[in-house]
């Protein structure tokens, strides 16, 4: 009998979160009895350079298990790699499962966005038709919410809750220096096409925190001249205001705000100009239009890096799913992704729920217009009743010499 | 007998732990037994149009108080006001002591950076030439550290150690993506003319993380050339390269990098160029130059509003030197600055002096060029001892449905 092997690899933007899923898949796969559980150096991609390792060597007691948890970004490293049509390149696959048969596999799990559970497709397709009897498992993760089929993604909770904190604190910078002069902050969050995140600073809103005044997602065009009119309106209420938008709010036109700023000196090497942020641009265009102080503020990559603010349930349902990967496989599932279910939001329950990787649409999951107030330039209560669950609670970090430790590769 | 009051302001950008110095007076002059603790709101600029709160109304348990400590941003408002010169308007003075006397003050605090001590050295000055018996204390903020005469200032140590634990996630983000292709991450930290912040970048340098491979401080002239060399010299040995910045770093010719962008369509209401940042600029820079993915990122004003990653060690000591300051004027000091003397490195220990507000130089305390390596690409063992005491510990944020608690003024 061929050993009971598994590996599993990670793949596409990191997450703070995506490291409690591998977790999962190891503790799972130990406790289920399989034998070896390798992790794939940089995803598919360097699996295809036969990069991998023997996770035993990596992870050696319960407390590595909960660092891992607590460690941000791809700990095995990750990739951005399409699989080519079946029909286009059998050779890689021959490739693939020669590696896999050489190690024994018996399931394959990546842990990714849409272009994993593609993998997953075509690998798994690839399996069926030649008779292999590897099965092929997927696990979501990405901070931007945008997978269908899943009532959420892990990654999300803990950006929500980095970005909500985030976003308090800024406000009560602003009301602190906010007298007899006006002052506009801008925030600007990630989130190209869909709005989950940016909406997230509506969390803000709390006892003690008035929230931002005015939030602007990317699934309306945004209308520059009616924003401008909106601030000044607001302006007579209040000294600070605070608006949230997303990096990728566009023009009525379809070209995105940002591109409006002209650009910098530089063109990249793939001949994108070098643009200025939104906030930076609609910071310098409101100081123009209305003559009072402005700011533009980026969170930038602290959004999906920031594990010493994850959310607890974010880490729980990352480390259920990796692990509920592992027993669909090792009950004979393959070509599926495993999805988390809502049960109830008072109280807030999920489950894992498993679900064909075939019926996976390319469409991105967008924030619906009716979660958008009227002009589109808030979320509703529906919105913020969907994403408060998911902030909820915290991992405290291993701090070592004052900083969050985290469980890192050693070669 | 006239009834014993005190009033306490804060001034000057906020930080995370200006409200822990404010909790100190507070706390320590209800148990030397003063009567009313007033709190000016918005600094000396709100004493002249009388706006001011008993803080009783607004602390009213323990429990407060450590809600305080943990509260990012000046509660009372803060404000950039630099009273006039005595003879130029004594009419403001005259005004100010009013006040004073209707509150029938005793111990006027002020809790702010160098314009606040120059608002104590004033108001001192004024109170003995005209036979006023109030006393006048200073007490230190400011995440820059570049005040001279105390060994570090509160606030330096929290914005460090924020700046610490996001440097080591980024590296972390950086690291999980690189494979087979080079990128280089730059990170902008704030200080215009002192690197002590940019320096911090150093402390994630840790058993589990290499930390940055280049950091450059404002103190010395940047070689854009030569830094460019540098960076193609490091992507021989290493595909992720992480930078650390000042935003304040300048050109042999005394131009800030960052007005090498050309900036952006807008002027600011001031005439100013709404520039790009340093980071996004260098990374234009060095994309166009070597031809790889690079990525600039700004940790932006959460650097001194992070009070979810404050240091315990600088909130203890901002508490310290605010009980300090009471306890000075308790015993009839005036014209004096609270500042924080190291007794010891190893252990670290601390403890406040006192200093007279007149010695205070106006030069600001750079970061010596001892402590920076040959050609100032990184910064010594001694700037990191130095550092490292002042980010240990921290205080558990007060979590309220997933999110840090703040104690807000209520009007």
Redesign the interface.
Same mark, same amino acid.
Request: hydrophobic letters at 35%; glycine letters at 10%; one cysteine or more.
């Given at each position: 009998m061929a050993k009971r092997n598994i590996i599993v690899g =990670?793949s596409g933007?990191?997450t703070a979160v995506i490291n409690s899923s591998l977790a999962g898949v190891y503790k799972t796969a130990r406790e289920r009895g399989f034998h070896t559980v390798y992790g794939m150096?940089?995803g598919i991609?360097?699996l295809l350079d036969e990069q991998y390792v023997d996770l035993s060597t990596q992870i050696h007691s319960d407390m590595d298990i909960e660092l891992l948890k607590r460690? *941000?970004?791809?700990?095995l490293?990750?990739?951005r790699y399409k699989l080519p049509e079946i029909h286009e390149d059998m050779e890689i696959y021959e490739k693939i499962f020669a590696i896999l048969d050489k190690l024994e596999i018996e399931v394959f799990i990546y842990i990714g966005g849409n272009d994993s559970m593609d993998t997953i497709k075509k690998l798994s397709d690839y399996a069926i038709v030649k008779g292999h009897s590897q099965k092929f498992l997927g696990v979501p993760k990405t901070i931007d919410n945008d997978l269908a089929l899943t009532d959420h993604t892990p990654g999300f909770g803990s950006a929500a &809750?980095y970005i909500?904190? #985030?976003t &308090?604190?800024?406000i @009560?910078?602003a009301?602190?220096?906010?007298?007899?002069k006006d002052m506009i902050t801008i925030i600007e969050i990630m989130g190209r096409n869909a709005g989950w995140l940016t909406g997230a600073t509506a969390?803000?809103k709390?006892?003690?925190?008035d929230g931002p005044d005015l939030i602007y997602l990317p699934e309306v065009p945004f209308d520059i001249e009616k924003f401008r009119d909106k601030v000044k309106e607001l302006l007579k209420q209040k000294q600070s205001i605070i608006i949230a938008v997303s990096e990728g709010i566009k023009l009525p036109d379809g070209r995105y705000v940002c591109e409006? #700023?002209?650009g910098?000196?530089?063109? /990249? *090497?793939f001949g994108h100009k070098?643009l200025?942020g939104t906030a930076?641009?609609l910071?310098?265009?409101l100081?123009?239009e209305i003559?009072?102080k402005? @700011?533009g503020?980026?969170f %930038?990559?602290?959004q @999906? %890096?920031? #594990?010493?603010?994850a959310?607890r349930v974010d880490i729980d349902e990352a480390f259920m799913v990796g692990g509920a990967a592992v027993k669909a496989a090792d009950e004979g599932d393959t070509g599926k992704m495993v999805v988390i279910d809502r049960l109830s939001d008072d109280p807030y329950m999920s489950t894992a729920g498993i679900y064909d990787v075939h019926k996976i649409a390319n469409n991105e999951k967008l924030v619906p217009r009716s979660w958008m107030n009227e002009d589109a330039s808030y979320v509703t209560d529906e919105f913020i009743n969907y994403i408060?669950p998911l902030? =909820?609670? /915290?991992y405290?970090p291993f701090?070592?010499?004052?900083? *969050? =430790?985290?469980?890192?590769l050693k070669r």
């Open positions: =990670q933007g990191p150096l940089h991609q360097g460690t *941000p970004s791809a700990f490293g990750s990739c &809750k909500a904190a #985030s &308090k604190e800024i @009560r910078d009301l602190g220096l906010a007298y007899k969390l803000a709390t006892e003690e925190c409006l #700023s002209g910098a000196d530089y063109v /990249d *090497p070098q200025a930076a641009y910071a310098g265009f100081a123009a003559g009072c402005t @700011r503020i980026e %930038s990559t602290l @999906r %890096s920031a #594990s010493h603010m959310s408060e902030i =909820q609670g /915290d405290t701090m070592v010499n004052g900083l *969050p =430790q985290h469980l890192v």
